[in-house]
């Protein structure tokens, strides 16, 4: 079943959500249980994953986006309900290297809803899969996972800084939070992102560097780093991030244009190394 660009950007709202909102992780698997790819019912199990996803809706014409969105996560919700009593995230791991481009669809998509960090780099494979939907529902799935990548408590404290309206005092804040949690490697993002708007790129790029320390997956803080040093007018050190952003994520929209640009400035002036 082939899904709309509305429906992924849906989907990406959704995940976001539930990222918000109290995990609840695939049922665990314990060191005995047998690889459900070497049972003799695996065919049935695949063919149940992907039956509770072609279950998910399609918008309807003329839908309201914020009807479709509330349809959407609703249907999501059993979604999720329903594949976590019957698969671990390990199962659902071992599903994404599966030939069936629908059961890795599917997987992508649970893992998205209730997958952990143990899965970031399992998910991050699938940046690179050789069906269109599977890439991007990787992403939206790895930045569903990096939202909620510590306890809840950090998790949401997280999400009320976000929230926050004042830059200066939640740059201040997120200090708080990553002393509290220094191997949050989304707060680490988030505050780069605050840095940026500050305009302070050095600093923001201090945390995107981090955060790649943490989570080498992190294509966000790659190209993050990238726009810091695009204004600070150090086009080879732009070139080289974007270039590893691309390498980790080749689907992001822009980029490969924006090497090209930079490439083609660079051949013409010949400027010196401008890095840090």
């Not at 698969?87 to 599917?106: D, F, I, K, W």
């Not at 940046?127 to 890439?135: A, E, M």
């Not at 005092?169 to 997120?174: I, L, S």
Request: proline share 4%; glycine share 4%; net charge positive.
């Amino acid at each position: 079943m082939k899904r709309t660009a509305s429906w992924r950007a849906a989907l990406l709202m959704v995940l976001v959500v539930f990222s918000t909102a109290g995990r609840s992780a695939a049922r665990p698997r314990s060191e005995e249980e047998p690889s459900p790819l070497r049972e003799r019912g695996v065919e049935v199990r695949m063919a149940l994953l992907i039956e509770y996803y072609r279950r998910l809706p399609e918008r309807k014409d003329d839908e309201e986006p914020e009807t479709w969105a509330a349809r959407l996560q609703e249907a999501l919700a059993g979604f999720k309900q329903e594949v976590s009593a019957r698969y671990s995230e390990g199962t659902l791991q071992r599903v994404l290297a599966m030939p069936h481009n629908e059961a890795r669809r599917a997987a992508v998509v649970a893992l998205g809803l209730m997958g952990t960090m143990q899965s970031n780099k399992a998910i991050a494979v699938k940046l690179h899969d050789s069906d269109g939907q599977v890439r991007q529902y990787a992403a939206d799935a790895l930045w569903a996972i990096w939202f909620r990548g510590d306890s809840d408590a950090n998790v949401q404290e997280l999400q009320r800084l976000m929230r926050m309206r004042n830059p200066e005092k939640a740059v201040e804040a997120f200090g708080a939070l990553i002393k509290k949690a220094p191997e949050f490697a989304e707060a680490y993002n988030q505050r780069a992102i605050l840095h940026f708007r500050l305009e302070e790129y050095q600093k923001s790029i201090a945390d995107c560097e981090v955060a790649l320390k943490l989570n080498p997956a992190h294509f966000g803080a790659a190209a993050g780093m990238a726009q810091c040093y695009m204004k600070l007018k150090k086009p080879r050190a732009a070139l080289k991030a974007f270039k590893h952003a691309l390498k980790i994520n080749p689907n992001m929209e822009g980029v490969e244009e924006t090497i090209r640009s930079l490439e083609d400035v660079l051949g013409e002036e010949n400027k010196p190394d401008d890095k840090k």
